[in-house]
């Protein structure tokens, strides 16, 4: 008997869970909310140890990027665990997306100001050049809050979404860039960086074109790899099996780096498959026209 089978309450005549059943998801969905609330309250607390000290690598920043980042695993864990269950429900598929407004909207653009822009050394920079380079600021992290909001509402009222450039119809795919992995893009920069905010104006720059890309690629029709067809319980090959165990391996010695490669990995993959799908369509060959067959008297 599985789990599901388990679940199921004996006295309802359409064999329905348990109630408690559904408790199980959504209390994966409460640690995911709990997590962006106290990286929030991280964040801020490190920009005021900054204000107070002098500016360097920060413990309270570093925690509130592994915060959204264990965040995004939960994230990932609460839909199976409801499919496993079958405790889909209308409740919890808006809780999580609430939920994942607060985790993934709020809490990465909080960090994402303080770390990049909050530090700024203004004796680098021209004061109305410092001015209008923190207006765009502004407007930047508040566009990345907007999209992943946007996205969120787009797959909440799309039942069966196509990418603009289908993909294998034996995979699953997302049409855009989830907003988890945009959050995850956010808390890997800044664990790689040893939270040591910004301080140079041009690198403040640079942050504020990835925060305009990732809000971009949120909305976009692009596609990007679901794998909600990856089954944790079926057996895998050996190759798979020795794959993960070094992943593992690799993030917990070499966190920082590992961490930031796979976000990158993740998030420029949307970008390369549709630049590759562009390409292919352009350099393809055009078939030759079918000759035409004239209908009419034929003059010898």
């Not at 600021?137 to 797959?155: D, E, H, I, N, W």
Request: aromatic share 12%; with cysteine; proline share 7%.
């Amino acid at each position: 008997m599985n789990l599901r089978e388990r679940l199921i309450d004996p006295k309802s005549p359409d064999r329905r869970p348990r109630k408690a059943a559904y408790a199980l998801p959504t209390l994966f969905t409460a640690g995911n909310l709990f997590l962006g609330f106290l990286a929030t309250v991280k964040t801020v607390q490190g920009a005021l140890q900054l204000r107070a000290g002098s500016l360097g690598p920060n413990e309270l920043l570093s925690q509130a990027a592994l915060m959204i980042g264990v965040a995004v695993f939960l994230d990932g864990l609460d839909g199976r665990i409801a499919r496993m269950t079958n405790t889909v429900s209308d409740f919890g598929r808006e809780l999580d997306s609430l939920a994942d407004v607060i985790t993934f909207g709020i809490a990465p653009a909080v960090l994402a100001w303080v770390w990049g822009f909050e530090f700024i050394d203004r004796s680098g920079i021209e004061p109305e050049a410092l001015e209008h380079l923190r207006r765009l600021s502004y407007f930047v992290v508040f566009l990345y809050v907007m999209c992943g909001a946007s996205r969120l509402a787009r797959f909440n009222i799309t039942t069966n979404p196509i990418p603009k450039n289908p993909g294998r119809p034996d995979r699953r795919y997302f049409v855009g860039l989830p907003i988890p992995a945009a959050a995850a893009m956010v808390a890997a920069t800044v664990y790689a960086s040893a939270s040591a905010p910004i301080e140079w104006w041009p690198l403040s720059a640079a942050w504020i074109a990835l925060l305009a890309l990732l809000s971009f690629l949120m909305v976009s029709t692009w596609r990007y790899r679901s794998f909600k067809d990856f089954d944790l319980f079926t057996p895998r090959s050996t190759r798979s099996f020795i794959v993960q165990g070094s992943l593992i391996y690799l993030i917990w010695n070499y966190s920082h780096v590992v961490l930031f490669l796979l976000s990158f990995i993740y998030v420029t993959s949307g970008i390369f498959i549709r630049l590759g799908g562009l390409i292919k369509r352009r350099f393809k060959p055009v078939p030759p026209p079918e000759p035409q067959h004239q209908t009419g008297e034929q003059h010898t």
